[in-house]
């Protein structure tokens, strides 16, 4: 769930259409998309006391993993943090830096997606990659994204602000955010401003770290008109060129996830597959994306809920169906979301009803079952009608 406080962009719109009160999910199949519902094993992680927020993860050394956090002081704003730990034990060092850009001002600061050497040995040990945003005292922004490259201290790195610019847009940009980072790439959001204020004119971009050059999501996805939105990219093999990334566009008329493979070579992308669970009508997102055996996990909207999804390559290289686990639910909760994914766990946060706390955890997710994969196309077991609202 990536949201910031006076964020208003495309992906806000997006998620806010999720905001509901009941779910009934039938996993009914479009494309082929089966939802099964299996027992989540759920632990808590981070510091409630600080509503520790986590939005990215990548794995780091051993197996710990570095997430990529917001943290909110009391009576504060939201302002950044990344942790580097373990989810097993929940054992791990939260990192609070503000960026350092000149001599700007910061207010506030989110941070979105971390990267590691694990996945990008040219960072060297001991540093990290993270994308995100921020505000600060005189801004012509009200979201501007920033990229810092350095050590995990958050000491003695590198910080540089990345907004995309109005030549590239054919308009004023009022937000850039940074959702995810991975190689030389950066996926995320912008949106326009209009008579002096922060419009409903949003869609994705794309930022090449090495040669400074921005793509904008346009014809491939119907237009930049659509909504589209870019939360996760996952590298296909150390060094390569060739990305897959995760998200949602409105291109066949109501917000529908997708994946798209992108060239950084050439330019091109290429294997755009929407998925969607029961009628079309209904919402699908994907927030975040992982490699796994075959192809990719990633984590998402579904309904008016949010579950896991394996998806595998077919020999052609096209995306195969996306097998949903879900809903995401953690015991109790008022309200669960999905943020990110590593392996089969999913980490997201949740409410309880006794205080408006906003606790992170994560859960193992069981692999969908052959019997549910093999039954694509067929309506696989309802869910009972989950309520779920959406934190702001």
């Known amino acids: 769930m990536h949201l910031f406080v006076g964020e208003i ?5 997006e998620k806010a259409r999720a905001v509901a009160h009941g779910l009934c999910v039938v996993a009914a199949v479009v494309m082929g998309l089966g939802i099964e519902s299996n027992a989540q094993d759920y632990r808590a992680i981070l510091d409630s006391s600080e509503s520790q927020t986590p939005q990215g993860v990548r794995g780091s050394a051993g197996s710990e993993v570095v997430l990529a956090c917001s943290y909110t002081p009391s009576g504060g704003v939201p302002q950044g943090m990344w942790w580097k730990g373990s989810l097993t034990t929940g054992s791990g060092v939260a990192y609070k830096v503000s960026p350092v850009i000149g001599s700007q001002t910061v207010t506030s600061a989110l941070y979105y997606g971390p990267n590691t ?6 960072l060297g040990a001991g540093d990290v990659r993270i994308v995100g945003s921020y505000q ?9 994204g920033v990229l810092y490259t350095g050590p995990i201290s958050g000491t003695g790195g590198s910080w540089t602000q990345i907004n995309v610019p109005d030549s590239s847009v054919s308009g004023t940009v009022a937000n850039t955010i940074p959702h995810s980072v991975m190689g030389q790439i950066v996926v995320g959001n912008y949106n326009l401003a209009v008579g002096g204020s922060s419009a409903v004119l949003g869609n994705a971009f794309l930022y090449n770290i090495v040669t400074g050059s921005w793509t904008i999501f346009d ?3 119907g237009g930049t008109d659509k909504l589209t939105s870019a939360y996760g990219v996952w590298q296909n093999g150390i060094g390569s060129t060739s990305y897959t990334i995760a998200g949602g566009s409105k291109d066949t008329g109501i917000d529908k996830a997708f994946l798209v493979d992108y060239d950084a070579a050439t330019g091109a992308f290429t294997n755009l597959t929407y998925f969607y669970d029961g009628a079309p009508g ?3 997102h994907f927030e975040g994306i992982t490699g796994a055996a075959g192809g990719y996990n990633v984590i998402g909207i579904a309904g008016t809920g949010y579950a896991y999804a394996s998806i595998t390559r077919n020999p052609d290289n096209s995306f195969g169906p996306a097998n949903w686990t879900g809903p995401l639910s953690y015991p109790g909760s008022t309200m669960t979301t999905g943020n990110t ?3 089969n766990e999913a980490i997201g946060i949740y409410t309880l009803p006794s205080d408006s706390t906003v ?3 994560v859960a193992t997710v069981p692999e969908p079952s052959f019997t549910c994969m093999a039954l694509a196309g067929l309506a696989c077991g ?4 989950l309520r779920r609202r959406k934190r702001a």
């Not at 962009?9 to 719109?13: N, P, Q, R």
Request: proline share 6%; net charge negative; glycine share 12%.
């Open 282 to 284: 209904g919402l699908t």
């Open 219 to 221: 014809t491939a996805f």
């Open 9 to 13: 962009s495309a992906c806000v719109i």
């Open 136 to 144: 600060y005292v005189g801004s012509t922004q009200d979201n501007n």
């Open 382 to 385: 309802g869910y009972a009608a």
């Open 341 to 343: 994914v590593i392996g």
């Open 117 to 122: 050497p694990e996945f990008d040995p040219t």
């Open 359 to 361: 606790y992170a955890y």
